[in-house]
């Protein structure tokens, strides 16, 4: 066999199809990212031609159906310009006049007309970045321009899709990062203090759950596992499943954690202890021996302090800073929320899916 017919040693090959598969994802994420940029970039400028023409010529908002009907007609192969995504495009371009998403000797030509807008809150690359059914549901929801960039910024950091967006929307999650009652001031050095406080958020909502008013803290805990992908989606980022009921046996007693994470980011264990009712200050001792524990048998060289959280039903927030001062520690406590289920004597007043159905047969003939 000649020398260049040599077939290559199997790792050294491994290692070539390896490095050629991630530089195909890598030119295909770039591909992706660039139609997507172009696309917002389109639509802008769109919705800037369109808000020129109307300031020009007095047109009224008449023109937009017109132009959808005419836009199908003649281009029947292009999609996404219906009239509520052309309206979209116009308002796109107004809620972000200010920015040059065209060449500027384009966007030159009504630059005198724009009115002058907070952009700086939205540079051009975060906005470039985003789908274009994100920036959709953002305008529509969210108003305010400091709150809505932090949802740009954090759809991009954690992959959320259009639906989950809404979703963390819906459910307030910028109001409730950061509101964790704790003591990572006084036990962690900055940074770091900080970025565990804005991983952590008050209160936790588990609206995926459904349980009865009396309910057990094991049965809590058995939902939330069986539950366990949305568990992690309010959770946040980074939050690496350890185990439940993890065992811990310190001298001659057996101690069961409720629920034991690593997380990614943080590059620490987090362990959270489930607690139905009100927060109590005795939690927070339980919660420092757990730490302390998890930070001398579990816990590698190069990983951070084991951080704890306590969630609760309801907590006092002067209470619980008061008991967690003391702690070795950082612990935070949280408040949760969940469905609750509907009484029996509820449930059986409430109309049949069948009795529904007729009903709204007999309405319609």
Known sequence: MKKDERVPASTLYASLLADIKQRVRQAQVRAVLAVNAELIRLYWDIGRVIDQRQQQEGWGTGVIPRLARDLHNEMPEEKGFSERNIKRMLAFYREYAQLEFVPQAVAQIESAAKVPQPVALFPIELILALPWGHHAELMAK????????????????????????????????????????????????????????????????????????????????????????????????????????????????????????????????????????????????????????????????????????????????????????????????????????????LQSSLPSIEAIEQELGDVST
């Open 142 to 345: 969210v108003k305010d321009h400091a709150t809505r960039r932090w949802y740009m910024q954090a759809a991009l950091e954690h992959g959320w899709s259009r639906n989950i967006l809404v979703m963390q929307i819906e459910t307030t999650a910028r109001q409730r990062q950061g509101r964790t009652a704790n003591n990572f001031a006084l036990r962690l050095p900055k940074p770091e203090s900080d970025l565990v406080q804005q991983t952590l958020k008050d209160p936790y909502l588990f609206d995926f759950l459904t349980l009865e008013k009396d309910f057990h803290e094991r049965e809590l805990e058995v939902g939330l596992i069986a539950h366990l992908e949305k568990f992690l989606l309010e959770l946040g980022q980074g939050f690496a499943f350890v185990g439940r009921q993890y065992h811990l046996d310190v001298g001659d007693q057996d101690f069961y954690i409720d629920l034991l994470f690593y997380h990614l980011k943080l590059r620490c264990y987090v362990v959270i202890e489930l607690k139905r009712g009100p927060f109590k200050p005795e939690y927070a001792g339980k919660m420092n021996f757990y730490c302390s524990v998890v930070d001398d048998r579990l816990r590698h060289e190069g990983d951070k302090s084991t951080i704890g959280l306590i969630l609760c039903q309801q907590h006092d927030r002067v209470m619980a800073e008061y008991a967690l001062r003391g702690m070795d520690k950082p612990i935070g406590v949280s408040s949760f929320e969940l469905t609750r289920a509907l009484p029996a004597t």
